[in-house]
Antibody, heavy 116, light 110 residues
Framework: EVQLVESGGGLVKPGGSLRLSCAAS????????MNWVRQAPGKGLEWVSS????????LYADSVKGRFSISRDDAKNSVYLQMNRLRGEDTAIYYC??????????WGQGVLVTVS | NFMLTQPHSVSESPGKTVTVSCTRS????????VQWYQQRPGSSPTTVIY?????PSGVPDRFSGSIDASSNSASLTISGLKTEDEADYYC?????????FGGGTKLTVL
């Protein structure tokens, strides 16, 4: 069974940093692209970042480019999101999601980040 | 970057059919696959349609997706509405440098 479990969320002050982790299990992690998607309270989904299976192709939303950094460790079956210079508008539930081709087919339960 | 525009809300009665639209602001809707996600309150999103019109296993055939190049839009159609279909629905597509979600549509089944 595919499982994605996010961790590392919490309360942080504006300007601070936080590192989110997503631990994957139940499939061959190294063969899939991974993504981070966030959802502000009461709002819609917003794609944040994507990393290819090889780690060579990385994309960011304009709203986080230059502040956030995505990475992966295939030995630990994990993907990370390093978030720096956090702002109030970064407050959201952050989901990691697996992407085989064009579909975000499995999602984690999400982790809450509060910037205040 | 492009945007995907969805109606904020739609409502329909049980047993009826509803269609949710997703209009792409620039670039051809037909050039990049569109996915649709269902999100119930307090839950993570799940796929109901991928690659324009494909249904994952376990999603009933009451759910269907289509593309209309003339209006540059995608549509999610749910027939035989059930109360359990009440949820938020999001479209998703991409270009060379970004993935973009639509703003979401709240479906009320009343």
């Amino acid at each position: 069974e595919v499982q994605l479990v996010e961790s590392g969320g919490g309360l942080v002050k504006p300007g601070g940093s936080l590192r989110l982790s997503c631990a994957a299990s139940g499939y061959v992690f190294s063969t899939y692209s991974m993504n981070w998607v966030r959802q502000a309270p009461g709002k819609g989904l917003e794609w944040v970042s994507s990393i290819s299976s090889t780690g060579n192709h990385i994309l960011y939303a304009d709203s986080v480019k230059g502040r956030f950094s995505i990475s992966r460790d295939d030995a630990k079956n994990s993907v990370y999101l390093q978030m720096n210079r956090l702002r109030g508008e970064d407050t959201a539930i952050y989901y990691c999601a697996r992407r085989p081709f064009f579909d975000f087919d499995y999602w984690g339960q999400g982790v809450l980040v509060t910037v205040s | 970057n492009f945007m995907l525009t969805q109606p904020h809300s739609v409502s329909e009665s049980p047993g009826k059919t509803v269609t949710v639209s997703c209009t792409r602001s620039s670039g051809s809707i037909a050039s990049n696959y569109v996915q649709w996600y269902q999100q119930r309150p307090g839950s993570s999103p799940t796929t109901v349609i991928y690659e324009d019109n494909q249904r994952p296993s376990g999603v009933p055939d009451r759910f269907s997706g289509s593309i209309d190049a003339s209006s540059n839009s995608a549509s999610l159609t749910i027939s035989g509405l059930k109360t359990e279909d009440e949820a938020d629905y999001y479209c998703l597509s991409y270009d060379a440098t970004h993935w973009v979600f639509g703003g979401g549509t709240k479906l009320t089944v009343l």
